[in-house]
């Protein structure tokens, strides 16, 4: 997960007031060169509205985003994992839902009989980007 503050100003309804928001997904077969993509819920569109044009901003479609990356600030809580509840001794899925720095580089696990294994993301922000 990353924290983004994002902010619209190309469109009436926009008030140009950044709003933070956490990303939590990927664009699964985006190349790099393709343009950032933000797929925000309704409250983070409205967040970015003037004053009673929420609504209006909601519906807008595609919108020309800025935004910059900011610090996890989590004071007193340097990682949170929560664990998927479909979880089971044969397949074991987590989260991890936010973490106070700069970011987390790798994830290992430790088998009950066993070494330490590397983690993989099957979806969700990368680790340590």
Sequence with gaps: MHKVKVKCTEHSACSGEGVTVTIIDHCPGC???????????????????????????????????????????????????????GSNPHYFAFIIEYEDGEGIESVKLKQQYGGWIDAQRSWGADMGT
Excluded: E, T
């Design 31 to 85: 190349r790099p060169s393709d343009m950032a993509h933000f797929d925000m819920s309704g409250k983070a569109f409205g967040a970015m509205a003037k004053y009673g044009l929420a609504d209006q901003l909601r519906n807008a479609g595609n919108l020309y985003i800025q935004y910059q990356r900011v610090k996890c600030n989590y004071p007193g809580v340097p990682v949170a994992i929560r664990v998927d509840p």
